[in-house]
């Protein structure tokens, strides 16, 4: 019987192939993921953000999430727990607050405390950076210490999670091993 959702975050700082991977992973799994709302919001209310704003990113995120694995339930007939993936949560929220603002709102360490989560799948910076109208550190001193920030919540959290470096192909490759040796763990 089908008692819930597996889901696999993304995670890290910007331009390190998150999108792309979990698209990838999704098609290779043969199920639903769950693109990055900041994009949406951003791209919809311009790039002047306030902290208040990532709150609202970060609820919208969480509702996305949320609906996405309720149309995953309701379509999954096997037996088999089905998978979810997702481009990044409430982690990423609260170090971008952090690093851009200093401070984060309640509601988002708090949410941490509160969703489940089964594995994090952490992306290095070690791929070009790629430029477009939404991000806003190219350079990789600062690409580093923001992977250094997420990796220090991994470190600092329960949940299993694996780093992803490398080209894209070794990326892909590594994170189906991850996900793959996950399942089987979990079996």
């Given at each position: 019987?089908?008692?819930?959702?597996?889901?696999?975050?993304?995670?890290?700082?910007?331009?390190?192939?998150?999108?792309?991977?979990?698209?990838?992973?999704?098609?290779?799994?043969?199920?639903?993921?769950?693109?990055?709302?900041?994009?949406?919001?951003?791209?919809?209310?311009?790039?002047?953000?306030?902290?208040?704003?990532?709150?609202?990113?970060?609820?919208?995120?969480?509702?996305?999430?949320?609906?996405?694995?309720r149309?995953?339930?309701?379509?999954?007939?096997?037996?088999?727990?089905?998978?979810?993936?997702?481009?990044?949560?409430?982690?990423?929220?609260?170090?971008w607050?952090?690093?851009?603002f200093?401070?984060?709102?309640?509601?988002?360490?708090?949410?941490?405390?509160?969703?489940?989560?089964?594995?994090?799948?952490?992306?290095?910076?070690?791929?070009?950076?790629?430029?477009?109208?939404?991000?806003?550190?190219?350079?990789?001193?600062?690409?580093?210490?923001?992977?250094?920030?997420?990796?220090?919540?991994?470190?600092?959290?329960?949940?299993?999670?694996?780093?992803?470096?490398?080209?894209?192909?070794?990326?892909?490759?590594?994170?189906?091993?991850?996900?793959?040796?996950?399942?089987?763990?979990?079996?």
């Open positions: 019987m089908l008692t819930d959702i597996k889901k696999i975050v993304l995670i890290g700082p910007e331009s390190t192939g998150k999108s792309t991977l979990c698209e990838k992973l999704a098609a290779h799994f043969n199920t639903l993921w769950v693109p990055e709302h900041a994009r949406a919001y951003l791209n919809e209310n311009g790039t002047d953000y306030t902290l208040d704003d990532l709150t609202i990113i970060a609820r919208k995120q969480i509702e996305q999430e949320d609906e996405l694995a149309q995953l339930k309701n379509k999954h007939s096997g037996a088999q727990t089905p998978l979810l993936f997702i481009d990044t949560d409430l982690y990423v929220m609260k170090v607050s952090e690093f851009v200093g401070s984060c709102h309640s509601e988002i360490l708090n949410g941490i405390v509160h969703r489940q989560y089964e594995l994090y799948l952490l992306c290095e910076p070690d791929i070009p950076w790629v430029k477009d109208e939404l991000r806003e550190y190219p350079d990789l001193i600062t690409r580093d210490r923001l992977y250094h920030h997420y990796k220090d919540a991994m470190i600092h959290q329960h949940v299993p999670w694996v780093n992803i470096s490398g080209d894209y192909a070794n990326r892909l490759k590594v994170a189906i091993e991850a996900v793959e040796e996950y399942l089987m763990l979990d079996a």
